[in-house]
């Protein structure tokens, strides 16, 4: 969800109100997905390296966040939607982690959509910590070295119980990756819009969604 400080300072605006604005572009998103039936929306909302930040940004982020989670909360058990973090959560503000835990824990049992929020994520940081588990599983003596599969990596990561994504969507005209989802992105369909992501709203995503079913994957088949 790119673009949100630029989005702000293009309209001579405090660069947190740009990310007030992309908040109200991810419930577009959310409603998007929930009328095309998609299960799973996995949103980068803080990355490992936005913590290098100025702190009066990194704290103004983390209050967007406690108030995103105390109002979309309510939303989210209305509309059935399961909430699922990924990524260092423990770096967090105890008082998002109190407001997140909240949340995930009363829209459990939600079964039409799961909004995944990376929080404090890097995917570098996710791989890095699943091989560290796998080796210390082999220490053990629980898993043998030779049953190491591609399978194996995949169940210690943070998504472990989520498929992986099909399609990517990329604002403000970013051609990177960005330390996301490096794994699971391996065979995702990629999207980039000039728009920053506070302009980016549900009718850019159903037409991003229509290109994507123009799209004819081939998993290296020919």
Known sequence: ???????????????????RAGAESAREAVDACLEHGIEFLTLYAFSSENWNRPQKEIDALMKLLEQFLKTKGKEFRKKNVRLKTIGRIQLLPESCRKELANVIDE????????????LSYGSREEITDATRRIAEKVARGELDPDHIQKETVA?????????DPDFLIRTSGELRLSNFLLWQLSY??????????????????????EIYSRRRRRFGRL
């Open 107 to 118: 829209t459990s049992s939600n079964t039409k959509l799961t909004v995944v929020l990376a």
């Open 155 to 163: 169940e210690h990561l943070d998504t472990s119980e989520f498929p």
């Open 1 to 19: 969800m790119d673009g949100n400080g630029r989005w702000a300072e293009g309209r001579g605006l405090p660069r947190k109100a740009g990310h």
């Open 188 to 209: 995702a369909e990629i999207f980039i819009t000039e728009k920053n992501w506070p302009d980016f709203r549900k009718s850019d995503f159903h037409e991003a969604l």
